[in-house]
Every structure is written in C-alpha cells, then in structure tokens.
C-alpha cells in the first residue's frame, strides 16, 4: 500500500504561480512513476503531467507543456507540480498518483491515489 497526501493548493490570480507537493508513505516511494491529473467542475479526470521513477523523463499535457513543471526528491519521498502561468481553465482539484502499469497517460494505470487539493485561479 502507498498513501499519497497532496498540499499546496490554494487560490491565486491568473498568471501567479502555485507549488503543489505529494507526499508519499507506506512503501518505498522510488519504486513508482508518478502522475498528476486533475478534475475541473463537470469534466472528467484528466492527465497533466507525469515522471518516471529516477525522475529522468517527464510527460506533460498539451495544455499545461512550457507552464507546469514535475519533479521528484526520492529522499523526501515527495513529488511535485510546479505550476506557473495559471489560467482560470486550470482551476480543478489536482490528484497525485502512483503509476502501477505501463503507461503513463492512462488513469487506470495509477494504483494509487491521493485525496486531492483544489487549485483555483481568479480572472
């Protein structure tokens, strides 16, 4: 079992910036790839962002490529969703996940899941 906890979020005007956390216990955290997804109000669960496990690669939605950053401190056990140039259309609660299939796109392919924190962004 993994237990995922996010924080950071909050409410911020459009173009500030916002660093959301993950912190993770329970099993060895370098053991997983991780994802960000997020669910606006009315939509669906959507991908976002996502890295592997020694943090060498990362993946990024269209929506979010040159704004929002993914990183990962092993040590700390923690991964994170540096978001910048926040628009009101990002406003949604915002899941970590721990990625147990193949690939990292797929919802279906995360395990585990946190709560959430919710992201607002003003106009």
Same mark, same amino acid.
């Given at each position: 079992?993994? $237990?995922?906890? *996010?924080?950071?979020?909050?409410?911020?005007?459009?173009? &500030?910036?916002? %660093?959301?956390?993950?912190?993770?216990?329970? %099993? +060895?955290?370098?053991?997983?790839? @991780?994802?960000?997804? %997020? $669910? #606006?109000? &009315?939509?669906?669960? *959507?991908?976002?962002?996502?890295? *592997? %496990?020694?943090? #060498?690669? +990362?993946?990024?939605?269209?929506?979010?490529? &040159?704004?929002? /950053?993914?990183?990962?401190?092993?040590?700390?056990? +923690?991964? =994170?969703? $540096? @978001?910048? /140039?926040?628009?009101? *259309?990002? /406003?949604?609660?915002?899941?970590?996940?721990?990625? +147990?299939?193949?690939? =990292?796109?797929?919802?279906?392919? =995360?395990? =585990?899941? #946190? $709560? &959430? /924190?919710?992201?607002?962004?003003?106009?």
């Amino acid at each position: 079992q993994v $237990q995922l906890v *996010e924080s950071g979020g909050g409410l911020v005007q459009a173009g &500030g910036s916002l %660093r959301l956390s993950c912190a993770a216990s329970g %099993r +060895t955290f370098s053991n997983y790839a @991780m994802g960000w997804f %997020r $669910q #606006g109000a &009315g939509k669906g669960r *959507e991908f976002v962002a996502a890295i *592997e %496990r020694g943090g #060498g690669s +990362t993946y990024y939605a269209d929506s979010v490529k &040159g704004r929002f /950053t993914i990183s990962r401190d092993n040590a700390k056990n +923690t991964v =994170y969703l $540096q @978001m910048n /140039t926040l628009k009101p *259309e990002d /406003t949604a609660v915002y899941y970590c996940a721990a990625r +147990t299939g193949s690939y =990292y796109f797929y919802s279906s392919n =995360y395990g =585990y899941w #946190g $709560q &959430g /924190t919710q992201v607002t962004v003003s106009s």
